[in-house]
Every structure is written in C-alpha cells, then in structure tokens.
C-alpha cells in the first residue's frame, strides 16, 4: 500500500527524533540496534544517521561543526558508511523512521542512490527520509572523484531532481548538465507517494533557495558551529526559506521546518549526576528549561527536531532520552 509521506509529514503536530552515531567508537552494531529500538519504544518519530566515505588525512578547510575546526576522533576512525547502516537499522526497528542527515549529494551516482533509497523505501514499508547536502570538503571530493568542488551545489540541485524523476516516471528522461538519462525503467518504485521525503540541510543562502525551491523540509543544524540558529535567528531565515518557495509558486506551508540540535536534559535536582551550573545554552538544563526552549522553537514554526543526544557514554544516552521522553515531550508534544 502506498504512503503519502508529504501529507503525513505535514500535520500540525510536533514529532522528535534522534541523531545516532555514525563514527567513532559507539558506531557498533550492537550500540547501533539498542539506542534505535530505545528511540522506537520511547515513541520518538525518526532517527538519523550522517555522512562521510573517506577521511582526509591532510586538509585545507577546518572541521566546521567544533569550534576547535577538528573533528573529534580525527582521521583513524570508523565511520558507517549511511545508506548501509538505515538499511540495518530499518530491519532492527519496525515503526521507526530512519533517515540520512544529510547525504552529500555529489558523492555518488544518483542513478544508483535514487535506487539504494526506493529499495529501503519498499523493504522499510515505507519509512525512509533524505537529507540532501552539497558538502563541504575539498579533499573528500578529490578521494571520491565526485563532480568539482566549485560545482557542488549546481550538481546537487540537478541530482535531486533526476532522483524525483526517477522515483516518480513510469519511462524516466533526464537532460541535465552533469547528467542524462532516457530509454530505462527503475522499478520498483518507493511506497511513499510521490517519493520519500526530502529535507534540505544548511542555512547558507544557497541552501535556503534550495530548500524553498526543492524541499520538503528545511533541515538545519543549529546550537553549534558554524550556525547559531537560536529562535529568532532561525525566524528570519525560515521567511527567507517559505519566499523562495513561493517565489517558485509551491505553496510556503508545504515545506516543513525542523531544527537538528544538540539536547542535554538534566537528572532531578538531588541525583549525584545533576550538574551544577544550568548556564545559558538552549536545549541543555533541567526539563523545565529544555520544555521552554521547544516551545519557543515551536513558535516560530519548527515541527521536526532531531536530536544530538550530548554524551559518549551510551547510559548517559539512554539515560537523556528517557527524562525526555518522560519529563519534556507530554508538555511539547502539541503544536502550540
């Protein structure tokens, strides 16, 4: 039976969702599988996996998303590559989401990805999202032999595209710049209609047109470098996003807005691991101030968070996503 994701994916109501660890050391199957089906019995609507293949060694751009300009970890280290790792979580689960936040778009073929994504589509029933990013890493491209660099957001848009074409098109035709394609057939075609959901990531000007003109969603990651996004910041950018889309003349409303972040909820006052300065940073406190600031994003339009549970230990995961599902989501889980 067909899944019409966009209506579903556009009610009124307020879903939350949780990055798991693609890297690193808790990127194991078996820590993998408990935190997924942890999510899925708390109720949380999605998880989400991120993006890299290979690893510079040598490098002429900084890690953007820690203030050090490393990443964490550095080069020698696993990282599940993410189209792989949502089809074992989509076995692991049965209600849950998953999706990729986000793909870069540019590093492989979009023939071949358009196929990986209806595939998990039709196995998953129905439960796959996509994220879809330019990048930002020189080197990462060099390795890959992707498109240029220069050209990544032009490649993207166009790729996007060719995958709605494919997903969609009984005799799919395609004359693009970067790609052409006519006289196939790519069946089966994804259970949701008319194609799995499709989230923009970035709050660049380039991102923010594509999210209005291509998107389903606009996927932002905010509360860290190199984006701020605190509510009034992510306002202004969210016009910015529903002009474009009208612009286009697709309907603003229709591009849902979601804010990915990292999220700290703090055990009850009097337990040993209560922290002592509850200091100024959204989402991170007592359930009391982590409620307040999701209303706040709420006001302003966000209705898909998704979640980086902060800690490296996976008790303290668990332990975050069970005060929230408990103490935080009953108050915020309506649009308000």
């Given at each position: 039976?067909?899944r ?15 990055s798991l ?7 194991k199957a078996?820590?993998?599988t408990?935190?997924a ?6 109720g ?10 290979v690893?510079?060694?040598r490098?002429?751009?900084?890690y953007?998303?820690h203030p050090s ?13 993410p189209?792989v790792l ?6 692991s689960?049965?209600?849950l989401?998953?999706?990729?936040s986000?793909?870069?778009v540019?590093?492989?073929n979009?023939v ?13 029933g ?11 890493w ?36 395609f004359?693009?710049k970067?790609?052409?394609?006519r006289?196939?057939t790519?069946?089966?075609?994804p259970?949701q ?5 499709i989230?923009?990531?970035?709050h660049t ?7 209005g ?7 932002p ?6 984006a701020?996004?605190?509510?009034d ?10 002009g ?13 807005l ?28 007592p359930?009391?101030?982590v409620?307040?600031d ?9 209705r ?5 549970v902060v800690?490296?230990?996976?008790e303290?995961?668990v332990g ?12 915020v889980?309506?649009?308000?």
């Amino acid at each position: 039976m067909k899944r019409d994701a966009h209506a579903a994916q556009n009610t009124r109501s307020v879903e939350f969702g949780v990055s798991l660890p693609s890297r690193g050391p808790l990127a194991k199957a078996r820590t993998l599988t408990r935190l997924a089906r942890k999510a899925e019995a708390l109720g949380f609507a999605c998880v989400t996996v991120s993006d890299h293949v290979v690893l510079p060694t040598r490098t002429s751009s900084p890690y953007p998303y820690h203030p050090s300009g490393h990443m964490p970890g550095g080069a020698q280290q696993d990282y599940l590559e993410p189209l792989v790792l949502m089809g074992w979580l989509l076995a692991s689960t049965r209600r849950l989401r998953v999706g990729v936040s986000v793909l870069v778009v540019p590093y492989r073929n979009p023939v071949v990805t358009a196929k990986q994504l209806a595939v998990l589509d039709v196995l998953s029933g129905g439960r796959v999202f996509v994220g879809c990013g330019t990048g930002w890493w020189p080197e990462e491209f060099e390795a890959l032999q992707a498109p240029p660099f220069a050209a990544r957001g032009a490649v993207t848009d166009e790729y996007i595209r060719l995958m709605v074409e494919l997903w969609t098109k009984d005799t799919p035709a395609f004359e693009g710049k970067y790609y052409r394609i006519r006289d196939v057939t790519m069946l089966p075609r994804p259970v949701q209609t008319p194609h799995p959901p499709i989230w923009i990531g970035g709050h660049t000007a380039p991102a923010i047109r594509r999210a209005g003109e291509l998107g389903d969603a606009w996927h932002p990651i905010g509360l860290r470098p190199p984006a701020g996004l605190t509510p009034d910041e992510y306002a202004e950018k969210a016009r910015e996003v529903r002009g474009h889309a009208a612009r286009v003349g697709r309907d603003p409303d229709a591009v849902r807005l979601t804010f990915r972040a990292p999220l700290e909820v703090w055990p009850t006052r009097g337990s040993k691991k209560h922290p002592r300065d509850e200091g100024p940073a959204l989402l991170r406190g007592p359930a009391v101030k982590v409620i307040q600031d999701i209303r706040t994003y709420q006001a302003v339009g966000v209705r898909s968070f998704v979640f980086d549970v902060v800690g490296q230990d996976p008790e303290d995961i668990v332990g975050t996503m069970e005060r929230f599902a408990r103490e935080v989501r009953p108050a915020v889980a309506r649009r308000r």
